[in-house]
């Protein structure tokens, strides 16, 4: 990466971030602290950086940039929601299995080296694990379920569809002449 793309990941969630802060001048409803506006950062930097190296690797292959993105997507809305509200009751242990879904996202990736084929496989895994995590906490952590069992496996669900899209991308983009080897730009 060209150090103008590490401006662009340190700089373009500032830019997101103005829209809290702006509000927090006229409402009550908006009130961030400090390490709200940390988390945000990082949240925003860390996805936007995810980004740049996944989709900057495929020159031309519009399967593999949407199936970064989408991922990407995914995988920020994922952590952000459980970080904002508790996806499985606010207490329930369960919402730490989350971050498993993640790890299993990104271990993957590492194994794939960014190949379209591994992280097509990466990707179906991660799906796994996130519809793994609401099926486990009904099992084990069943009396705190704050916004309903059905609730959490809906949104649950969403996930599940969302990783198994961008592993449904990978898989078409390895299947593209230009698929098997990923070029890099940097």
């Not at 519809?131 to 996930?159: E, H, Q, R, T, Y």
Request: charged share 10%.
């Amino acid at each position: 990466m060209k150090t103008k793309d590490f401006l662009v990941v340190a700089l373009a969630p500032m830019l997101v971030l103005l829209v809290p802060l702006v509000a927090m001048q006229f409402t009550k409803e908006v009130n961030w602290t400090i390490s709200d506006f940390v988390l945000a950062w990082v949240l925003l930097a860390g996805a936007t950086f995810a980004y740049k190296l996944l989709a900057t690797r495929a020159t031309g292959n519009i399967a593999y940039r949407a199936g970064a993105g989408l991922a990407v997507a995914a995988g920020f809305l994922l952590t952000w929601i459980n970080a904002a509200v508790a996806i499985i009751g606010e207490h329930n242990p369960a919402n730490a299995l989350y971050l498993g879904v993640i790890l299993v996202g990104m271990i993957g990736a590492g194994f794939a080296r960014f190949q379209p084929r591994g992280m097509a496989r990466a990707l179906f895994a991660t799906a796994f694990a996130q519809f793994l995590v609401p099926v486990i906490a009904v099992i084990v952590w069943p009396s705190d379920f704050g916004p309903g069992v059905a609730k959490v496996f809906m949104l649950n669900g969403f996930f599940v569809l969302m990783f198994a899209g961008s592993g449904l991308l990978f898989r078409h983009a390895a299947r593209q002449p230009n698929g098997s080897s990923v070029a890099t730009t940097a």
